[in-house]
């Protein structure tokens, strides 16, 4: 578990991204060196945990900051944008947070829902095909966008760089206050 230093509120959320950063990197080099699948799994669960978990810690410190209540027992994004909503408080953390959530475009989005369907049932033991009957032919095209695919591992590193900025970003909203 991560401590966080009391003195500046960014350096924990930043310590989480770092987290991520260091874990992807060895997703990387286990799977070049032929892991287990579950092994893998449970890396980039990992990847995706620390990331938002950062955006989560920020979204918080703003609510502390701007005095929404009950903001510390909240665990998602939405959540914690409808607990600013319902109290009526603007904060430009969690404007952004929620223009970048809520844009498809953004890998902030694609995060969000890979954490969600990790958080369901059926997500938790992903197959990388259904399985499959003894001696069965199957020709299988390979998909970069599985997960642990080429375009899975790439999107985890922009989600890594866009988790970063957005902590740098807000960094300057909260050193003004």
């Given at each position: 578990?991560?401590?966080?230093?009391?003195?500046?509120?960014?350096?924990?959320?930043?310590?989480?991204?770092?987290?991520?950063?260091?874990?992807?990197?060895?997703?990387?080099?286990?799977?070049?060196?032929?892991?287990?699948?579950?092994?893998?799994?449970?890396?980039?669960?990992?990847?995706?945990?620390?990331?938002?978990?950062?955006?989560?810690?920020?979204?918080?410190?703003?609510?502390?900051?701007?005095?929404?209540?009950d903001i510390e027992q909240l665990l998602s994004?939405?959540?914690?944008?409808?607990?600013?909503?319902?109290?009526?408080?603007?904060?430009?953390?969690?404007?952004?947070?929620?223009?970048?959530?809520?844009?498809?475009?953004?890998?902030?989005?694609?995060?969000?829902?890979?954490?969600?369907?990790?958080?369901?049932?059926?997500?938790?033991?992903?197959?990388?095909?259904?399985?499959?009957?003894?001696?069965?032919?199957?020709?299988?095209?390979?998909?970069?966008?599985?997960?642990?695919?080429?375009?899975?591992?790439?999107?985890?590193?922009?989600?890594?760089?866009?988790?970063?900025?957005?902590?740098?970003?807000?960094?300057?909203?909260?050193?003004?206050w």
């Amino acid at each position: 578990m991560s401590r966080m230093v009391r003195e500046n509120q960014v350096s924990g959320l930043r310590e989480r991204q770092w987290f991520a950063q260091v874990l992807l990197r060895q997703l990387q080099q286990r799977q070049q060196d032929g892991a287990a699948h579950g092994e893998l799994l449970a890396l980039r669960g990992a990847v995706l945990f620390h990331l938002y978990s950062a955006l989560v810690g920020l979204a918080r410190n703003a609510g502390s900051n701007y005095a929404v209540t009950d903001i510390e027992q909240l665990l998602s994004l939405p959540s914690i944008t409808r607990a600013f909503a319902q109290q009526q408080v603007q904060s430009p953390e969690i404007n952004l947070i929620e223009a970048a959530r809520t844009n498809a475009a953004d890998v902030i989005h694609w995060l969000e829902q890979q954490v969600m369907a990790a958080n369901a049932a059926s997500g938790l033991a992903r197959r990388p095909l259904p399985p499959q009957e003894e001696g069965m032919l199957a020709m299988v095209a390979d998909d970069p966008n599985a997960v642990l695919a080429s375009g899975d591992i790439e999107r985890l590193h922009s989600a890594v760089a866009r988790v970063k900025e957005v902590l740098e970003a807000a960094a300057a909203h909260m050193e003004e206050w």
